[in-house]
């Protein structure tokens, strides 16, 4: 069996990895670069339990579980280890200090204050997600896999329109049993090819420094200029930098992954908003000022399944703030899917055909 997968981002690797590791062919087809997109540029912050109570627990436990089980058996290194995560108040208008009920580590600045403890390491994990990405598709290819630079412009049928059996990568038909769309917030590019629900793009800056604090991840409410609240996030990061995001964009999602850019002003306005927190992190050399999309769904649940009505299509996408912590559980529940037997997380909560079943009159 031959498995195509659109988007070489942490989704579709995984998915090469977990059907690699069943010995069946995989072929991600990427436009821009493994990597390229938010599964290069995001925090890789993991969290056990932080989707409790919500459809996504099942997937989120697992896949935390799959992330200790990768690091521990794959021999590559992708900065995989558990941290302390601390929750900050920061005000560059009024005295935090009532606020502070634990010690603050030492390179944070006197106006931010530490409100608690919200993760141990028994709950809370990082990754850098760029090699963790990178990892999975190696991984993937030593077991089979391979990678196709392309460019997918849309999918090949059978001849009654009933069945997927390819796609259309730089014009031409590269066939294969099954496709899977996971192209991030591209895979609204699949809603002129197949009946898919929209898949929309949601734009975050983001700031590597060239700094090594103390390891904590940092969630911080920062009460910005002009009474503004933002929520940065710092991951201090085991290669000796430190990333930061927090700062969201208003430009529509280019088509090309290539043209996503950082906005005018926008890169500079983080440094500062990171100074304010932590002034000797936010004075460091800045190695990478980038902006990326998280694929975000109307119901802001992932699409994990297969596509209504077209045997041999699936997509998997939509994982918006936690594609990083739910690739791995992802990858498995779709290479078991695939495969044809049980999964072992239940899938039904990120059927597609959910979207259908809350507004029946729906064409995607
Ligand atoms: C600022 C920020 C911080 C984040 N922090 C975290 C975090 O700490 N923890 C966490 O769990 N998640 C985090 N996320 C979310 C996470 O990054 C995303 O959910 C995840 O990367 C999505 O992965 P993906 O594979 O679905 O999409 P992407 O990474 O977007 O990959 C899609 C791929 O498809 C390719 N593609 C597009 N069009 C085509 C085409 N026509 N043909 C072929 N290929 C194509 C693109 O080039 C791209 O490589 C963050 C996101 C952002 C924006």
Not at 72 to 85: E, I, K, M, N
Not at 179 to 194: D, E, F, R, T, Y
């Amino acid at each position: 069996m031959k498995v195509l997968i659109c988007g070489g981002g942490v989704i579709g690797t995984s998915i090469a990895y977990f059907l690699s590791q069943r010995n069946i062919e995989a072929v991600v087809v990427e436009r821009t670069g493994v990597a390229n997109a938010a599964s290069g540029k995001s925090g890789g912050f993991l969290a056990l339990d932080w989707c409790d109570g919500s459809p996504l627990a099942p997937l989120a436990r697992r896949s935390f579980a799959l992330h200790g089980e990768l690091a521990a058996t794959l021999d590559r290194d992708w900065g995989y280890r558990r941290v302390d995560t601390l929750g900050v108040v920061a005000s560059v208008q009024q005295d935090t200090s009532r606020y502070r009920n634990l010690q603050s580590p030492d390179w944070l600045g006197a106006e931010s204050a530490v409100h608690g403890q919200i993760g141990t390491p028994d709950t809370t994990a990082q990754i850098h997600p760029a090699l963790f990405t990178q990892a999975m598709m190696d991984a993937a290819a030593d077991k089979g896999a391979s990678l196709v630079n392309g460019r997918v412009d849309g999918i090949c049928f059978s001849p009654d329109g009933a069945r997927a059996t390819g796609a259309i990568v730089n014009g031409a038909a590269l066939h294969a049993d099954a496709v899977v769309i996971a192209m991030g917030p591209w895979s609204i590019l699949a809603c002129q090819w197949l009946p898919l629900p929209a898949i929309y793009g949601s734009k975050g800056h983001s700031l590597v420094f060239q700094y090594e604090p103390t390891p904590e991840s940092l969630f911080v409410e920062l009460e910005w200029q002009a009474g503004q609240m933002r929520s940065p996030e710092i991951n201090p990061r085991p290669d000796g930098t430190t990333y930061v995001c927090g700062l969201p964009g208003d430009d529509p999602l280019p088509v090309d992954p290539a043209n996503v850019l950082p906005e005018p002003g926008a890169c500079e306005t983080l440094r500062q908003m990171t100074a304010s927190i932590a002034p000797e992190l936010g004075a460091s050399a800045i190695l990478a000022e980038q902006a990326c999309y998280r694929p975000v769904t109307q119901d802001g649940l992932p699409l994990i399944g297969a596509v209504p009505g077209i045997a041999g299509a699936y997509i998997a996408t939509g994982h918006n703030v936690w594609g990083m912590l739910n690739g791995p559980a992802t990858g498995e529940a779709m290479a078991e899917l695939i495969a044809g037997g049980e999964t072992r997380v239940n899938l039904r909560p990120f059927d597609p055909v959910r979207m259908a079943a809350q507004d029946p009159g729906a064409i995607f």
